[in-house]
């Protein structure tokens, strides 16, 4: 659990809070923008290889995280910088465009509200310090890609495999998890998945995931080490049924509705960072495999 014994400061969680909800006002545009600025270079690509003229498409390089500056869908009125501020000015703009009234959606603030809480979280746990900064800057992807695979069902190459690779460096340099540990992480994380895909396909003739999936359980495995992947699959294939039914029931679709797994896996990630030996150590003594202490 965590440890309040020796928690960081309240300013120090509090510089935290507000930190992160500025990010997370950031977030909330890649989160948009990413796959549309995907979706450009796809179709860029495309016109390219079919040799088709695309001087009538635009300029699809001013669309990028920077570019255009934020603005309301509808109206088009530019966001001033008092309206952009993060939860607040949800909060005084009432949840509408100050110009058009048009309702903002309450997602914004509550990833901000989500950003602020998952860093300050790990702050809390292991303080201002490399490892501290490290898991906050894993929980931060890990919540981006959840959103980006619950809109669009995709995972990024430009956030998964740079995850991967962080988490590899993290563990060959002030990481707990020794390096040959996370290795094989990532290498049985990928195999593991992709060898599932393979074997469904094969009986079904269906992909039952994506490559993303794959790419995302190697890099939580470069996190965690191999020893947490068991647990990770078993826990996302917990809270996939759990959530995933109750978002059918809810929302009255056909059970054969296509459904991300990376959010599933994503929150399997973070409980087994934050509580995975002691779920282990649980298991194991419930089990009979261990002795009690």
């Known amino acids: 659990m965590f440890d309040f014994t020796s928690a960081p400061s309240f300013v120090l969680l509090a510089s935290t809070g507000l930190l992160a909800l500025l990010f997370g006002s950031f977030f909330n545009v890649v989160i948009y923008r990413l796959p549309k600025m995907m979706e450009e270079n796809w179709k860029r690509e495309c016109r390219l290889i079919l040799e088709q003229d695309s001087s009538d498409t635009g300029n699809d390089s001013d669309f990028n995280l920077a570019f255009p500056h934020s603005h309301c869908p509808r109206c088009e009125a530019p966001v001033r910088a008092w309206q952009n501020i993060p939860v607040l000015s949800y909060l005084i703009l009432g949840g509408k ?115 993303g999936d794959f790419k995302l359980l190697a890099a939580l495995g470069a996190w965690l080490g191999w020893q947490m992947l068991p647990l990770i699959i078993l826990l996302s294939s917990v809270v996939g049924a759990v959530l995933g039914g109750t978002v059918l029931m809810l929302q009255r679709k056909d059970s054969n509705v296509t459904i991300p797994f990376g959010p599933y896996l994503a929150i399997a990630g973070w409980i087994a960072l934050y509580w995975g030996d002691q779920l282990v150590a649980t298991y194991m003594q419930i089990s009979g495999l261990s002795p009690a202490p």
């Not at 990024?156 to 991967?164: C, I, K, R």
Request: aromatic letters at 12%; hydrophobic letters at 55%; proline letters at 3%.
């Open 97 to 211: 465009c100050a110009s058009c009234k048009t309702a903002i959606s309450l997602r914004y603030p509550l990833i901000e509200l989500a950003t602020a809480a998952l860093a300050v979280l790990a702050i809390w746990q292991w303080g201002a310090t490399p490892q501290g900064v490290a898991m906050v800057i894993f929980s931060w992807a890990l919540l981006i890609m959840t959103m980006i695979d619950i809109d669009h069902q995709l995972l990024p190459d430009s956030l998964t495999l740079p995850l991967l690779w962080l988490g590899l460096t993290f563990n060959s340099t002030v990481g707990s998890v020794a390096l040959n540990d996370a290795v094989w992480g990532a290498i049985g994380g990928y195999l593991s998945l992709w060898s599932v895909y393979w074997l469904f396909k094969l009986v079904t003739g269906k992909e039952g995931m994506g490559f």
